[in-house]
């Protein structure tokens, strides 16, 4: 590989990163691999219990590894403690002392590496004047707004002048106005500082709005790595197009496919093209109308889809629940999906399972 096409240097590389509680149980994170770019804002995204928190908690050194390795700048930091990695973390909700200053907050963990009065303080202060906390130095968390305690909480992480912080749902307790504020501050502390962010969320929505980098997980394995708009507009997997949102996925003669519910076009019943399906409900969203549908030959699992219309496109047609309709899209829209991440030494699931049976049999299958 020559140096123009050389990937630029990961701050973060993780290889065959395992993570076993129990011997017996199935891993909480499998062997997994991924390189973090420098200076880029990284999301893990995926349900609860599928192994992000675990693998943030290895990164930081706050949770042992079973086996592979951990990689901050090709020093192997695996083994090392969490102090001495060059991570810092931001916890749920921020996590500060309610008993201290804002300035006390941030310059504790100077205090406990026995750094005289003064100079924590110094520091301290330095730090929340970055953040624009300077003048509020004094006051106790229950004194500060939710945004002024994410200031703080982040000035805290930054003591330890971190290469890579980490952060562990920190909107999550957050009522969603504020949610929304603090992504946006984040996401702009992220760039002006310009270290690599590690933040782990459940939300797809908080994901997208935040990351360079997505990173998929469902049941300690990646299913799917890239920018929002490639993992959006391109899911891997059944599980990437469901847990997205927003795409519905057909069974097809050529396997499965998604297609964007705002790519979905209902057209006339009596038609020949597309599927058959009935209207089971109608939300109005102010922009856009969300349609429920129900298709009619196909596995109940498989059966829920949904169209987005433009308000204008509802009034100019509108449909009503319980009309009969037909669902198409164009080849263009329609993303082929592969089946998923699978255990490494196990096989991918055998052929009638990944390769989906053509509408005619699946119907079959429902009868
Ligand atoms: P997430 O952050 O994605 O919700 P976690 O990493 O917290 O998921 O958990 C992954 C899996 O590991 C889950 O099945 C969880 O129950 C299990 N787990 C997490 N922490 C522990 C622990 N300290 N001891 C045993 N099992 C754990
Ligand atoms: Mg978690």
């Known amino acids: 590989m020559d140096a123009a096409t050389a990937p630029p240097p990961a701050a973060v590389e993780i290889v065959a990163l395992t993570k076993r509680y129990a011997a017996g149980a199935p891993p909480a994170v499998d062997q997994i691999d991924l390189r973090i770019a420098s200076g880029s804002y990284c999301c893990l995204l995926g349900p609860s219990g599928c192994g992000k928190s675990t693998t943030l908690r290895m990164v930081a050194g706050h949770e042992s590894v079973s086996s592979g390795d951990i990689l901050l700048d090709n020093r192997n930091i695996t083994n090392l403690p969490a102090a001495a990695r060059g991570t810092a973390m ?26 005289a009065r003064a100079e924590r303080h110094r520091r301290a202060k330095h730090l929340l004047e970055r953040v624009a906390m300077g003048h509020l130095s004094e006051r106790k968390p229950a004194e500060l707004s939710g945004g002024q305690q994410q200031r703080v909480a982040l000035a805290r992480a930054l003591i330890t002048e971190p290469r890579v912080l980490l952060l562990d749902e920190p909107l999550s307790a957050l009522d969603p106005f504020l949610r929304i504020q603090m ?32 990173v998929v997980m469902n049941h300690g394995l990646i299913e799917q790595v890239g920018s929002p708009h490639r993992v959006y507009n391109h899911p891997a997997s059944e599980f990437v197009a469901r847990f997205m ?40 969203q102010g922009t856009y109308v969300l349609i429920g549908l129900r298709l009619a030959e196909v596995r109940p699992e498989r059966s829920g889809v949904s169209v987005l219309l433009s308000e204008r496109a509802f009034v100019t047609r509108p449909c009503a629940v319980g009309e009969h309709v037909r669902l198409a899209w164009s080849d263009a829209d329609a993303r082929a999906l592969g089946p998923g991440a699978t255990r490494r030494g196990e096989p991918p699931p055998d052929a009638p399972a990944s390769r989906p049976a053509p509408l005619a049999a699946l119907a079959a299958m429902a009868a």
């Open 90 to 115: 931001m916890f749920q909700s921020f996590a500060l002392f309610p008993h201290l200053s804002a300035l006390d907050n941030v310059a504790f963990s100077l205090k406990m590496k026995g750094i």
């Open 245 to 284: 949102g927003g795409h519905n996925v057909f069974a097809t003669g050529d396997g499965l496919v998604a297609v964007r519910n705002d790519h979905t076009r209902i057209v006339p019943a009596d038609g020949e093209a597309g599927l058959p399906a009935q209207v089971t409900d109608i939300e109005y």
């Open 183 to 214: 992504r946006a501050e984040l996401r702009r502390w992220q760039k002006e500082l310009g270290l690599t962010f590690i933040h782990v969320t459940h939300s797809q929505e908080e994901a997208m709005a935040l990351a360079d980098t997505m």
